[in-house]
């Protein structure tokens, strides 16, 4: 990788402070279009870059068979490179600029059935064993506050407050915001504390590995898996469905859309509006399958 790629990610990491997950995906995509554009010949020239260069990589990575979403992620990934580029006096011009985002199909979010969850969730755990707790304690965060993978990994003992029942979490775009919690929450965290504290000690991060190093992506997302798994569910299974079902439980139970947006850190109200449709379609099947007149036929 060339020198410049590795100082752009140098900042990413230490000015954006960007999740670990986004670090590297942006690091492999912007290895791959380097790759594409040398052919391992010379060293890459980020002043000659054209606008036809870039279309000419995509194109061949949608004949190599990325979707939609992968090819998204490698636009972004050269526009945010080239807008440090332009910052850093390197380059004059951002040739992804103009580059136009391959739209993505309009899907609904994937939710764990509510009885689903509160099966898993009231099902009985060693309240001595301290992975089966921390396990569990995982699973319940993400479905009682709504927080993102990375957050989880890189949430900090310091800013998990059981007395208020509030918690603080780092976000994308380097923002913080508090979440509440109630007291079931709060009484898995403090016995989970006690198991962690007499096994590796106080530490920076809230969740750890026995050995008292910080969890990692994959590890979280099989957690979650396995737990869902056992729970029944036979749709995705992963920390991002916890988060759609979080949203989508609030939203059916009258919470106010800008709290939820709040709640979810997200920019726009426009991403949390997808909730709403969530809720509707929920709506029409309950209402489907409750009403006597719903599916007769003819008249």
Same mark, same amino acid.
């Given at each position: 990788?060339?020198?410049?790629?590795?100082?752009?990610?140098?900042?990413?990491?230490?000015?954006?402070?960007?999740?670990?997950?986004?670090?590297?995906?942006?690091?492999?995509?912007?290895?791959?279009?380097?790759?594409?554009?040398?052919?391992?010949?010379?060293?890459?020239?980020?002043?000659?870059?054209?606008?036809?260069?870039?279309?000419?990589?995509?194109?061949?990575?949608?004949?190599?068979?990325?979707?939609?979403?992968?090819?998204?992620?490698?636009?972004?990934?050269?526009?945010?490179?080239?807008?440090?580029?332009?910052?850093?006096?390197?380059? &004059?011009?951002?040739?992804?600029?103009?580059?136009?985002?391959?739209?993505?199909?309009?899907?609904?979010?994937?939710?764990?059935?509510?009885?689903?969850?509160?099966?898993?969730?009231?099902?009985?755990?060693?309240?001595?064993?301290?992975?089966?707790?921390?396990?569990?304690?995982?699973?319940?965060?993400?479905?009682?506050?709504?927080?993102?993978?990375?957050?989880?990994?890189?949430?900090?003992?310091?800013?998990?407050?059981?007395?208020?029942?509030?918690?603080?979490?780092?976000?994308?775009?380097?923002?913080?915001?508090?979440?509440?919690?109630?007291?079931?929450?709060?009484?898995?965290?403090?016995?989970?504390?006690?198991?962690?504290?007499?096994?590796?000690?106080?530490?920076?991060?809230?969740?750890?590995?026995?050995?008292?190093?910080?969890?990692?992506?994959?590890?979280?997302?099989?957690?979650?898996?396995?737990?869902?798994?056992?729970?029944?569910?036979?749709?995705?299974?992963?920390?991002?469905?916890?988060?759609?079902?979080? &949203?989508?439980?609030?939203?059916?139970?009258?919470?106010?859309?800008?709290?939820?947006?709040?709640?979810?850190?997200?920019?726009?109200?426009?991403?949390?509006?997808?909730?709403?449709?969530?809720?509707?379609?929920?709506?029409?099947?309950?209402?489907?399958?409750?009403?006597?007149? &719903?599916?007769?036929?003819?008249?």
């Amino acid at each position: 990788m060339s020198d410049i790629i590795d100082k752009y990610l140098q900042y990413i990491k230490l000015e954006l402070n960007l999740s670990q997950h986004t670090r590297l995906a942006y690091a492999k995509d912007l290895q791959q279009w380097q790759e594409f554009l040398t052919q391992g010949r010379s060293e890459l020239d980020v002043a000659s870059v054209t606008n036809s260069d870039i279309r000419a990589w995509l194109l061949h990575l949608n004949n190599e068979g990325d979707g939609p979403r992968t090819l998204r992620r490698k636009v972004q990934a050269v526009r945010s490179f080239y807008k440090w580029l332009m910052r850093s006096g390197i380059v &004059a011009d951002n040739p992804a600029a103009s580059v136009e985002l391959a739209r993505l199909p309009k899907r609904l979010p994937q939710l764990v059935r509510e009885d689903n969850i509160n099966e898993l969730l009231d099902s009985e755990v060693d309240q001595s064993d301290f992975l089966e707790v921390r396990n569990r304690l995982i699973v319940m965060m993400f479905y009682t506050t709504g927080m993102r993978r990375a957050e989880l990994i890189e949430l900090r003992d310091v800013n998990v407050d059981t007395k208020k029942g509030e918690l603080k979490v780092h976000g994308k775009r380097n923002k913080d915001r508090i979440i509440p919690f109630g007291t079931e929450l709060a009484l898995w965290i403090n016995n989970y504390r006690s198991l962690r504290d007499k096994m590796v000690g106080e530490g920076e991060y809230f969740f750890v590995r026995e050995n008292g190093q910080l969890l990692y992506p994959m590890l979280v997302y099989r957690v979650v898996r396995q737990a869902l798994q056992q729970a029944g569910v036979t749709s995705k299974r992963s920390p991002h469905v916890l988060r759609h079902s979080f &949203a989508t439980a609030m939203l059916n139970d009258g919470a106010q859309l800008n709290i939820v947006k709040e709640l979810l850190g997200h920019e726009s109200l426009a991403t949390t509006q997808i909730y709403t449709h969530v809720t509707f379609s929920e709506l029409k099947n309950n209402y489907k399958l409750a009403h006597p007149r &719903a599916l007769k036929k003819g008249g």
